[in-house]
């Protein structure tokens, strides 16, 4: 076999190799949540501890009183509220803030339509809660 050849065979050979390597990979398990939170909510929130932005942070908010944290300039009909963070008010504040607690400063924000996108954020709220 000329040399040319043999060079062209072993590349391909690794090729082949390589491909059947990456097809029988799996890919990381993609975190639908973190994507939701990040495509709906990570433009204004974060869920570092004392990093507000245009939002307030995100940690430890289940089980929080709406309004309650420190360090950021919440509405006072939203510091008012007394409302709790949990499963269900995070799931229909985030569907429609203003339903649950009229003149909030989430605006623009209007809500978020999609239940299931809905549940995906809520359920990684729940499991990046901070210990809180």
């Known amino acids: 076999m000329s040399r040319p050849i043999r060079i062209m065979a072993t590349t391909l050979a690794v090729c082949a190799g390589l491909l ?15 994507v939701a939170f990040n ?25 929080a009183k709406a309004g309650q944290s420190t360090g950021y ?12 963070w949990n499963e269900a008010t995070l799931e229909r504040w985030i569907e429609n803030p203003e339903a649950v ?5 989430m605006k623009p924000y209007s809500g978020l339509a999609d239940a299931a996108v809905r549940k995906k954020i809520v359920e990684f709220l729940k499991k990046n809660n901070g210990g809180s």
């Open 20 to 34: 059947r390597f990456t097809v029988g990979m799996s890919a990381a398990p993609q975190d639908d949540g973190r």
């Open 39 to 63: 495509n709906s909510c990570r433009t204004c929130h974060s869920l570092k501890p004392d990093d507000n932005r245009l939002g307030p942070s995100l940690h430890g908010i289940v089980g």
């Open 73 to 84: 300039a919440y509405s006072q009909s939203l510091r008012q509220s007394g409302v709790t």
């Open 101 to 105: 607690i009229p003149n909030n400063n």
